[in-house]
T-cell receptor
Framework: GDSVTQMEGPVTLSEEAFLTINCTYT??????LFWYVQYPGEGLQLLLK?????DKGSNKGFEATYRKETTSFHLEKGSVQVSDSAVYFC????????????FGQGTELSVKP | EAGVTQFPSHSVIEKGQTVTLRCDPI?????LYWYRRVMGKEIKFLLH????????ESGMPNNRFLAERTGGTYSTLKVQPAELEDSGVYFC???????????FGPGTRLLVL
């Protein structure tokens, strides 16, 4: 079945460091891919998405490229800020199942000043 | 436009008690989903409503969980009787028909003692 695997956290970085959170997937067909973020005390928010191979999703300085050949959708940011501290989830819609999302286990990011 | 709301934000109950969680989706969103994140693991799908009908309830853990969406507006998720392993964060999400993006609520943090 479809699945998503994320690098385990927690990840601790200093402010202005480069961030990569790895995400790989197995899927039937070529689904859209999503990154959701959960800031402390808040709900899940869509951070970015890509709908087809080689698409790059971007938002708030974060980027992720849909790589069909490596079945990956790694999240990157060139210079993290303390306000980026959150839990990040990679997700995809299960094939032909009404839109339900399959999530990775989440990666907690802590950015220190 | 109001987002997805959930009530309560937190609930602490004893094993064997009953708890009812409520979700109000974004107005006009026919699709409503329930998900759960247990003990820092991945977010898992519970069920999906289209209007008032259960489209997919394959993720419901057992018959102690009952979800309803009377009138196709808000939804409730009742756990009766609650067990220790039911502790976690319960998320609700909604979407428009034909749209992949799901909008999540802030979640209900349930702790069963």
């Amino acid at each position: 079945g479809d699945s998503v695997t994320q690098m385990e956290g927690p990840v601790t970085l200093s402010e202005e460091a480069f961030l990569t959170i790895n995400c790989t997937y197995t899927a039937t067909g070529y689904p859209s891919l999503f990154w959701y973020v959960q800031y402390p005390g808040e709900g899940l928010q869509l951070l970015l998405k890509a709908t087809k191979a080689d698409d790059k999703g971007s938002n708030k300085g974060f980027e992720a490229t849909y790589r069909k050949e490596t079945t990956s959708f790694h999240l990157e940011k060139g210079s993290v800020q303390v306000s980026d501290s959150a839990v990040y989830f990679c997700a995809l819609p299960a094939y032909n199942q009404g839109g339900k999302l399959i999530f990775g286990q989440g990666t907690e990011l802590s950015v220190k000043p | 436009e109001a987002g997805v709301t959930q009530f309560p934000s937190h609930s602490v109950i004893e094993k064997g008690q009953t708890v009812t969680l409520r979700c109000d989706p974004i107005s006009g969103h026919d699709n409503l989903y329930w998900y759960r994140r247990v003990m820092g693991k991945e977010i898992k799908f519970l069920l999906h409503f289209v209007k008032e009908s259960k489209q997919d309830e394959s993720g419901m853990p057992n018959n102690r969980f009952l979800a309803e969406r009377t009138g196709g507006t808000y939804s409730t998720l009742k756990v009766q009787p609650a067990e220790l392993e039911d502790s976690g964060v319960y998320f609700c999400a909604s979407s428009l028909t034909g749209q992949e993006t799901q909008y999540f609520g802030p979640g209900t943090r349930l702790l069963v003692l």
